[in-house]
């Protein structure tokens, strides 16, 4: 291929910018950079041309490296080849300007060479890479030719941000194209440099703020940010009211539960979570939202506005009970369409059925029980006397650990008085002596069973105590006492009935009196 080219030198001091012109006939670009080395006297040809112009961009990079006199040649190889590219009328005599329209590959491969860039001829004041499809970053290495006049980049794809600060410092540059570009929006808008080259130089490049997306900007902010606020409010609002468990619990009140709430923890009051229903209260079993198993007292009576208040005032009460032979009060419900008081759910069976159970044959795990249930109750008397509940082996329970029993089920509102509550643990005193109880569907069922073991009282006990207890003969006795003790707690009038303290020390000597025994 050596053979068939034909080179020109031409040494040029001033007219075309002091640099050494090749002028290629029959090969292109890449064939002469791969194939063409410097003459043998190119070092003295470089080393004159600085001695008289020490300007020339390479005078710096001759310290004898061989690598920047390669460079240098290579650049007067791609400086041959594009000013005949761009069109220039004599490049023997002159290289005045770049110029590349519409030919995307062979704009990319000249930007790529970057040697060239570097030692950009003085003579280049005009530089145009239009509509070349051209991607990537602002093409920086262009800028090297500080002394350029004019420069078009216009119609391409560059992206990123616009060198600003470089593009100011191009003193010469007074026309400048980068429209229909991607650049990122730069904040030139109060620059010098916006003021140098007006809104017309960067028409859809991106450099400027898009008027129709900082209108769309405006409109979201104006119109859809206030909608998506208020729904924001509404949403949080709704929780707030309604749902207030998917609040974090700093944000909520833990003991205040909403019909919506319990309606989703009990599957909309679902039969299948129903446990037993009454004329006043129906007791359902659900889950609350962080898993916790509960019991729901739904109040079926409708009240007044009073009477809610007055309902709210004793859940309050109810909510601060703490004591071993209580279920523990999680909280309440008093809503217009709904009265209910939540409990933590018991796991183990109620005394009814445990009286049926091996495990109830000793009349000491009888007299705990017992003794238990009369702690809670003078408990509840002595601290929240305005909270009353229901006494029946069938409502308390026992725990699932230590067989403790949980007095379960509080009468919010009913207003019970203290000789109700004696008389109810009269009953249920005799209940667990005789594991029989009044059938409750009928009336005077409390009074005819009563009289059935006054009947027996005081000589034919044996007839009404439990079978299955296993009674010695010195006990006997001791159960006989629990007997008169559960009459006179049942007694009318109530002037005849012994006091919490009384009753508590009998239960006590009497269980304390089994233990000796064993």
């Known amino acids: 291929m050596a053979s068939s080219l034909f080179f020109i030198f031409f040494l040029s001091s001033i007219s075309s910018s002091s640099f050494l012109l090749l002028s290629v006939l029959s090969a292109t670009v890449v064939e002469d950079l791969a194939n063409l080395n410097p003459p043998p006297d190119f070092n003295t040809t470089i080393t004159n041309n600085c001695l008289r112009d020490p300007l020339l961009r390479y005078c710096n990079n001759t310290s004898s490296s061989p ?66 499809s051209l991607k990537n970053d602002f093409p920086k290495n262009v800028l090297s030719c500080a002394q350029i006049r004019s420069l078009d980049l216009s119609y391409n794809q ?53 008027v129709k997306r900082y209108k769309m900007k405006v409109l979201v902010l104006l119109i859809l940010f206030p909608i998506m606020v208020i729904l924001l409010c509404f949403c949080f609002g709704w929780l707030c009211i309604k749902r207030p468990d998917y609040l974090p619990r700093t944000c909520r009140r833990s003991h205040k539960f909403t019909s919506e709430m319990l309606d989703a923890a009990t599957d909309e009051f679902s039969d299948r979570n129903l446990v037993s229903t009454s004329n006043a209260v129906d007791i359902f079993r659900g889950t609350l ?30 909510f601060k009970l703490r004591h071993k032979n209580l279920v523990r009060v999680l909280g309440w419900c008093n809503s217009r369409n709904l009265r209910a008081l939540v409990t933590e759910w018991t796991q183990g069976e109620n005394v009814e059925t445990w009286l049926s159970s091996a495990s109830a044959l000793s009349w000491r795990r009888r007299l705990r029980v017992v003794l238990g249930v009369i702690e809670g109750i003078i408990y509840l008397s002595d601290q929240w006397p305005e909270i009353t509940f ?31 509550n004696i008389f109810n643990f009269g009953l249920f005193l005799l209940e667990m002596i005789t594991n029989l109880r009044p ?52 007694d009318k009038p109530p002037l005849k009935q012994p006091n919490l303290t009384q009753i508590y020390d009998l239960v006590a000597s009497l269980y304390e009196s089994r233990l000796r025994h064993h």
């Open 289 to 318: 939202r962080d898993g916790t198993e509960a019991k729901i007292e739904v109040y079926k009576e409708k009240v007044s506005s009073e009477k809610r208040r007055e309902f709210a005032e004793e859940c309050e009460v109810a």
């Open 67 to 132: 690598i920047d006199l390669v460079e240098i040649f290579r650049s007067t190889i791609v400086a041959s080849h594009l000013c005949n590219e761009s069109k220039n009328p004599n490049c023997v005599e002159s290289f005045p300007k770049i110029r590349i329209h519409g030919r995307p590959k062979t704009a990319a491969l000249y930007l790529s060479f970057d040697f060239f860039w570097k030692y950009c001829p003085l003579t280049v004041v005009e530089i145009e890479l239009v509509n070349n």
């Open 390 to 420: 229901d006494l029946t082996t069938s409502s308390v329970l026992l725990s699932d650990d230590d067989q403790e029993p949980l007095i379960s089920h509080f009468k919010i509102g009913n207003g019970n008085t203290l000789s109700t």
């Open 158 to 210: 560059f992206s990123g941000f616009v060198p600003v600060q470089d593009l100011s410092g191009l003193a010469n540059l007074t026309h400048l194209n980068l429209s229909y570009n991607r650049f990122s929006e730069n904040k030139i808008s109060d620059s010098e440099f916006f003021k140098r080259f007006n809104a017309s130089s960067f028409i859809q490049s991106g450099v400027l703020p898009n």
């Open 439 to 490: 059938d409750m569907e009928q009336e005077d069922s409390e009074t005819r069973y009563l009289e059935y073991i006054r009947v027996h009282y005081p000589d034919n006990l044996e007839r009404v105590i439990d079978e299955r207890m296993k009674i010695e003969e010195r006990t006997l006795d001791k159960v006989k006492q629990a007997i008169t003790l559960g009459l006179m707690c049942t």
